[in-house]
């Protein structure tokens, strides 16, 4: 259900240019009638509000029950950057984080992890963008995997979009639940956006899109 927190987080996002409407093809190699992209976020006021949409999430799911937050290359960086800030400042959970790099590092203290560097035993969860079909997952968890054996049980995004995977009837989070064991948490869903849209006559053909887009792969 919208409720005002979803509607302001909405209308947020779109402020910043970050929620757009049109014809976008996303990484699983679909048309979207709509694209969240976390990477037009670019003040300083934007970041620290997003990390506070973050963090309020976090402290409300798992509240301070984890060693470390993950933000996987590049969009995930200043995600659990944010988040981990905002977690300190607002609510006095102060984790370490980390994010690796897309090319391992050769010189100077090698590797591809820069921040904290998590422990055997360690339960570490995921700060990221959105999830589609669930690609990035699968590249983030051996890079996880092989840096040591932690415990991978939540995932933190801004928008589920509710879509099928690659199994039909299943969505992606289903699949990445199964896979992997990772619970995947939302500050909003494609239907709070849907919800968010309906009533405003200047949407009326974004709506209609959107209804045909979620038919086809949303599961809700």
Same mark, same amino acid.
Not at 13 to 24: Q, Y
Not at 70 to 76: E, H, I, N, S, V
Not at 146 to 158: E, G, P, W, Y
């Given at each position: 259900? =919208?409720?005002?927190?979803?509607?302001?987080?909405?209308e947020?996002?779109m402020?910043?240019?970050?929620?757009?409407?049109?014809?976008?093809?996303?990484?699983?190699?679909?048309?979207?009638?709509?694209?969240?992209?976390?990477?037009?976020?670019?003040?300083?006021?934007?970041?620290?509000?997003?990390?506070?949409?973050?963090?309020? =999430?976090?402290?409300?799911?798992?509240?301070?029950?984890?060693?470390?937050?993950?933000?996987?290359?590049?969009?995930?960086?200043?995600?659990?950057?944010?988040?981990?800030?905002?977690?300190?400042?607002?609510?006095?959970?102060?984790?370490?984080?980390?994010?690796?790099?897309?090319?391992?590092?050769?010189?100077?203290?090698?590797?591809?992890?820069?921040g904290?560097?998590?422990?055997?035993?360690?339960?570490v969860?995921?700060?990221?963008?959105?999830?589609?079909?669930?690609?990035?997952?699968?590249?983030?968890?051996?890079?996880?995997?092989?840096?040591?054996?932690?415990?991978?049980?939540?995932?933190?995004?801004?928008?589920?979009?509710?879509?099928?995977?690659?199994?039909?009837?299943?969505?992606?989070?289903?699949?990445?639940?199964?896979?992997?064991?990772?619970?995947?948490?939302?500050?909003?869903s494609?239907?709070?956006?849907?919800?968010?849209?309906?009533?405003?006559?200047?949407?009326?053909?974004?709506?209609?899109?959107?209804?045909?887009?979620?038919?086809?792969?949303?599961?809700?």
């Amino acid at each position: 259900m =919208l409720n005002n927190e979803k509607k302001n987080f909405i209308e947020f996002m779109m402020s910043a240019d970050v929620l757009r409407f049109g014809e976008f093809k996303t990484k699983s190699g679909r048309l979207s009638p709509y694209f969240v992209n976390t990477g037009n976020y670019k003040t300083g006021s934007q970041i620290d509000t997003l990390g506070k949409y973050y963090a309020a =999430l976090v402290k409300d799911t798992v509240g301070d029950k984890f060693d470390a937050m993950f933000g996987p290359a590049y969009k995930g960086i200043p995600l659990a950057t944010a988040c981990a800030g905002a977690l300190a400042r607002e609510y006095g959970i102060d984790k370490p984080y980390f994010f690796n790099r897309k090319e391992v590092k050769d010189h100077g203290e090698g590797g591809s992890l820069v921040g904290y560097k998590p422990q055997d035993g360690d339960n570490v969860i995921i700060i990221e963008d959105v999830i589609t079909a669930g690609t990035a997952v699968r590249e983030t968890v051996p890079v996880l995997k092989a840096a040591a054996d932690v415990s991978l049980t939540d995932m933190f995004i801004s928008v589920n979009r509710c879509e099928v995977g690659t199994t039909p009837g299943k969505t992606a989070l289903m699949e990445v639940k199964e896979e992997f064991g990772i619970t995947v948490h939302s500050i909003i869903s494609v239907s709070d956006i849907y919800e968010y849209l309906q009533g405003r006559q200047e949407y009326a053909a974004v709506l209609k899109l959107m209804e045909e887009y979620m038919e086809k792969y949303c599961i809700l």
